[in-house]
């Protein structure tokens, strides 16, 4: 293998050459470095750092004078931050001006949050100092427990003096002239109990109730509600176990207006002196009063004058009074259910019942139970009989006088299980107990007046009420003679069933259970009216911290209140204004009328008593 020859120097050559060549050498190597390092920095900073570098940093090359080299000296630039760059400079260019304003935005909210943050924790705390001066508050806040079942429920009952309550129980002959009331306040209010000889109703849970017996059925309810509290500052509402209903039956006939009123002002002058009664000046107080509101209403203070005054006292306006009867022109009275002969102890008694219900076989199209009012000019009575009498598909059941079938709860229940619909006009008043046991037998009602119960009993029937019941005007019956037959028979059957299967539901929120016993899950007319009652009260007190006010509210106008749909709150006119018509005289009552409703009630309870 051939080799290329090595180029050969001699020692002396190179001894001659080396101090020249090793100079030069030096020089050219400190220039190319420093060249070098100008040119890497040049590009480093200027070509990538472009815009994104302060344009005060200045490269500066500073030449040392030395013979042998040249140093470079190149002040640092301060401290780059976000070097990581996007491949295209306009991306950087606005990423970069974005990071800066957010950097910005972000010192500037962090500041401002320092700053704001103080005043927000200070008009929180001023916020709630504000509403802790509600007295109220601890009660609206117990809804926030979600661990306690009765947060928002709780109900504080007064204890009031016994001359007020269970001392009129002791004195209960006194309590009607023509009823032994005695026999009626038996068995916590519900009467005694009725015998199923002809298989009409239950073995069990059947009494012989009085219609005018609520007072004491609700009180004996009240000891069984799951929420009372002996703490009033929870309370979602009070209640006054006053036996109003039977305070004014004992002194109705025969007694001076001081009598009737007598225990009226001494109630309201207790409750005044209350602390409980300074939370809210008594707007959060309810009580029930088994009777129609006409009795309660006496316009004047002649001794001719019907009934007691205390629903005009002024105390007790802002109380919410329970009645069977309400009026349509007052905001002050409540309607609830008559009580009927059935009163369950268990959910099983009633689903057992309305199971019944569903399977009977209803003979009659229609049916009346109830006598005609001739000294009354506006009452259709007299032609709905008559309609009863020429129809072969009407059942009519007539009282009167003396001895009647109408008298008895076992004819009157057999009669409303075998029609599909039952007529209920006005009776002495614009309501009637009828109606709710005919509701209990599946019947389904035909109503003629709105304030028999489309008016009245708004917590616990459907506002729907095409739903369950069938409207025919009494003008159709009075003036204009139409078929009560005629007009039934015209509704599709399978609408009757569904209609009849709504009446059927509703049958829990309309009977009052057994005051010695409690419900398991259903709700009746007891429990219906609570709730309706708290939620009154609730929303009045939100209103109130809200600073909201019903400026625009008209009391005669109050039947129309009732029919509002959740968050309305103004009224206009309305397809039943004729019905409402108001009365000449003042205060929202119908005066004379309403008197004479009333004194025809107590003689209707004569005539029964007979």
């Known amino acids: 293998m051939r080799r290329r020859p090595t180029t050969t120097i001699l020692p002396e050559q190179m001894d001659k050459g080396m101090p020249k060549n090793q100079q030069t ?121 979600k ?18 309550n269970e001392d009129m129980l002791k004195e209960c002959k006194s309590l009607s002239l023509w009823t032994n009331m005695c026999t009626f306040t038996s068995n916590a209010g519900l009467g005694p109990p009725l015998e199923n000889v002809e298989g009409v109703f239950s073995n069990t849970g059947w009494y012989a109730t009085n219609q005018f017996a609520v007072d004491v059925i609700f009180s004996n309810r009240m000891k069984q509600y799951d929420c009372l509290t002996t703490d009033s500052s929870i309370a979602a509402a009070i ?57 309660f209403r006496r316009l004047t203070d002649l001794e001719s004058d019907w009934g007691n005054k205390l629903l005009f006292l002024p105390a007790a306006k802002n109380m919410s009074m329970l009645v069977v009867e309400s009026s349509p022109w007052n905001a002050n009275d409540f309607g609830i259910p008559y009580p009927t002969y059935f009163h369950p102890a268990k959910d099983a008694d009633v689903f057992i019942w309305q199971d019944r219900m569903r399977k009977l076989e209803r003979k009659w199209l ?127 059957p399978e609408q009757v069933k569904a209609m009849r299967e709504e009446v059927i539901s509703l049958i829990p929120r309309l009977i009052y259970a057994d005051p010695r016993s409690k419900l398991e899950t259903l709700k009746d007319a007891f429990d219906v009216a609570v709730q309706a009652v708290i939620g009154k009260v609730t929303k009045l007190r939100k209103d109130i911290i809200g600073g909201q006010t019903d400026d625009n509210f008209v009391e005669e106008n109050s039947w129309k209140y009732d029919l509002l749909e959740e968050g309305q709150r103004e009224v206009g006119p309305h397809e039943w204004d004729p019905f409402f018509s108001k009365p000449k005289d003042q205060n929202g009552d119908s005066g004379g009328s309403s008197a004479e409703a009333a004194k025809n009630s107590w003689k209707n309870e004569q005539r029964h008593q007979s």
Not at 267 to 274: N, S
Not at 382 to 398: A, H, M, N, W, Y
Not at 474 to 481: G, Q
């Open 366 to 492: 229609f049916s009346f139970a109830g006598a005609p009012r001739p000294g009354n000019t506006k009452s259709i009575r007299g032609q709905i009989i008559d309609q009863c009498r020429t129809s072969k598909v009407g059942k009519l059941l007539e009282c009167d006088f003396g001895e009647s079938k109408c008298h008895s709860p076992s004819s009157i229940m057999q009669m409303f299980q075998s029609s599909l619909f039952c007529l209920q006009p006005q009776g002495d008043s614009y309501t009637r107990r009828s109606a709710f046991d005919s509701m209990l037998a599946g019947c389904i009602p035909v109503f003629f007046h709105p304030g028999s119960a489309y008016t009245q009993y708004t917590w616990h029937l459907p506002k729907n009420f095409s739903s369950y019941s069938v409207f025919i005007p009494e003008d159709d019956i009075r003036k204009r003679n139409v078929s009560i037959e005629e007009r039934l028979g015209q509704i599709p």
């Open 25 to 145: 050498r030096l020089c050219f190597l400190a220039s190319l470095s420093a060249l070098f390092w100008v040119l890497l920095l040049y590009f480093h900073f200027v070509v990538l750092g472009n815009s994104n570098v302060d344009e005060s940093v200045q490269l500066s090359i500073i030449p040392v004078a030395t013979q042998s080299h040249i140093t470079s000296v190149i002040t640092s630039p301060p401290e780059v931050t976000n070097l990581a760059k996007s491949p295209y400079p306009e991306l950087n260019k606005e990423t970069s001006l974005a990071q800066s304003s957010e950097e910005k935005e972000t010192s500037h909210a962090q500041s401002s949050k320092e700053k704001e943050t103080p005043d927000l924790e200070m008009k929180k705390e001023s916020h709630d100092r504000e509403l802790d001066n509600y007295p109220f508050m601890r009660a609206l806040r117990t809804v926030e427990n």
């Open 147 to 164: 661990s306690d079942p009765c947060g928002g429920r709780y109900i504080y009952v007064h204890d009031l003096p016994p001359r007020f």
């Open 239 to 295: 209640f006054v176990p006053f036996y109003a209903g039977f305070d004014i039956a004992r002194y109705l006939w025969g007694y001076n207006i001081s009598v009737r009123d007598a225990a009226s002002l001494n109630l309201v002058d207790w409750l005044m002196k209350r602390p409980e009664w300074k939370i809210m000046g008594g707007k959060d107080h309810f009580l029930v009063a088994g009777r129609i509101t006409w009795d």
